[in-house]
């Protein structure tokens, strides 16, 4: 990328110290985050996407922590800063949307004052000025009536201004990265293309860079301009958006690809990738996808493959690739 780097993760290594083993939930996982672009984190559940971002913020909680890599915000490292520290960077420099905003939102109080709250906390500024920005925030957003909105509780309120107020609170102290997991999960389809515009011109039009986690690759290409796609806590491919879906190389990225419904083509049943993701606790001794993949060979089950280049910008975790890189 040649654009300068927001937010740099290099070989972030999370794991989960358990009664049964160590699960490395986060293995080895480098991503660039270029200033006013939106990086796309796709793969199925359980792949170690939300792991990630929750590393960055810090969020992990015993038995889990960060074992190694670096994570460097306009470079300066915050991969090991206190508590104390950390919740200065964090919703001033570094935000993040949750996938719920209802179980995100404090059901006792009016969601207006909460996002007051996050002015209050970072910025000198009076509860009446406060007030004011949370309000401009919300008409930014596309929040109705946003003065009155101001006082509602987070269940007078739909799915979709939830998630509004939730992306007003992540972006009303004007981060330069947003970390977007999953933000339209149970939202109705219109809604989430509205969303979704509506990240899109926040990034243009204030300069955030955005981490956009989800499984849907429709909504990857629809605002992404470089994607990473994640499997057992590894980056199995990266690439520019339309590099990604023209040149499609790792297998898993095709079965994903495969799963989406098409209109120009009568299937009766969906393309689905045998198995599910591997336990974390007993991933196998070669490549992590080797038991779910249909070309996999002798030495994908005993070596695992390192991140090849296949392109300028373009990398992939397969064996098939070692010879181009």
């Known amino acids: ?98 996938q719920e905003p209802m179980t995100s939102l404090n059901p006792v109080y009016p969601v207006g004052k909460q996002v007051r709250e996050a002015i209050l906390l970072h910025q000198k500024v009076s509860k009446a000025e406060a007030k004011e920005r949370v309000v401009e925030i919300f008409r930014a957003v596309g929040i109705p009536e946003p003065e009155k909105r101001y006082y509602n509780y987070p269940h007078q309120l739909s799915g979709g201004l939830r998630q509004r107020v939730m992306i007003g ?47 849907n690759m429709g909504v990857v290409a629809e605002v992404c301009d470089y994607v990473y796609v994640m499997y057992a806590g590894k980056v199995m491919e990266q690439a520019e958006t339309f590099e990604l879906f023209d040149h499609t190389s790792h297998p898993y990225t095709r079965g994903l690809l495969n799963s989406i419904p098409r209109l ?42 390192d991140l090849y280049q296949v392109g300028e910008e373009h990398k992939v975790r397969c064996f098939q690739y070692e010879g181009e890189a």
């Open 264 to 305: 120009d083509e009568k299937a009766r049943r969906l393309h689905t990738i045998e198995g599910v993701v591997p336990n974390l606790l007993h991933l196998p001794e070669g490549c992590s996808f080797c038991t779910r993949c249909s070309e996999a060979k002798k030495r994908c089950f005993v070596e695992r493959p």
């Open 169 to 215: 609170m992540a972006m009303v102290c004007r981060p330069k990265v947003m970390i977007a997991d999953e933000p339209t999960t149970a939202l109705d389809v219109t809604i989430e293309a509205q969303i979704l515009r509506l990240m899109k011109k926040l990034c243009e039009e204030q300069g955030t860079s955005i981490i956009l986690i989800t499984h």
């Open 1 to 98: 990328m040649r654009e300068s780097i927001v937010l740099d993760i290099k070989d972030l290594k999370s794991h989960f110290f358990t009664a049964k083993g160590v699960a490395p939930a986060v293995d080895g996982v480098s991503i660039q985050v270029p200033a006013g672009k939106i990086i796309g984190v796709v793969g199925e559940s359980g792949c170690g996407k939300s792991m990630t971002a929750m590393s960055v913020m810090g969020l992990l909680r015993y038995p889990g922590r960060v074992v190694g890599g670096t994570i460097t915000l306009d470079g300066r490292d915050i991969t090991h800063l206190s508590a104390k520290e950390l919740s200065k960077v964090r919703g001033n420099e570094i935000s993040m949307i949750f």
